[in-house]
């Protein structure tokens, strides 16, 4: 008997650092600042710096070209970018201006996001991915 509630005590002890430990991913996004790397599987383009930064519950950067703005809430491992907005200028480079228009829909169909070897992998729903670098 000693040796089952013992068992039972160890999994709710598990139980409860596995919760907290959802809770500290969405936590460590904000105030934090980020650099793409990839999107979809292809490289950002040289010399292009497409950013991303969460700060209370804001969300915003730089797509190639231009900058834009909204939303995000984060539970867990779940990450949702509300409605963005942007500036429209035009990119002088039409490669730019595709990584832009590429970056901004992965980002519309974000659905979680994971640290791996310090760096920030958001999945679409879709299971696209967008690979970031931490600006410190």
Request: proline share 1%; aromatic share 12%.
């Amino acid at each position: 008997m000693k040796r089952k509630v013992g068992l039972i005590f160890w999994f709710v002890m598990l139980f409860l650092v596995l919760v907290s430990c959802i809770g500290d991913a969405s936590a460590q996004l904000d105030g934090t600042a980020w650099r793409l790397v990839t999107y979809g599987g292809k490289y950002v383009i040289p010399g292009s710096s497409p950013t991303l930064f969460f700060e209370n519950g804001s969300v915003g950067g730089n797509a190639s070209c231009n900058n834009f703005g909204g939303n995000y809430q984060a539970r867990g491992s779940q990450l949702i970018i509300g409605e963005t907005a942007w500036t429209l200028m035009a990119c002088a480079d039409n490669q730019l201006m595709e990584q832009e228009n590429a970056y901004m829909q992965l980002l519309d169909q974000t659905d979680r996001f994971e640290f791996i070897n310090g760096q920030l992998v958001i999945t679409t729903a879709a299971g696209e991915k967008l690979i970031f670098d931490r600006i410190e």
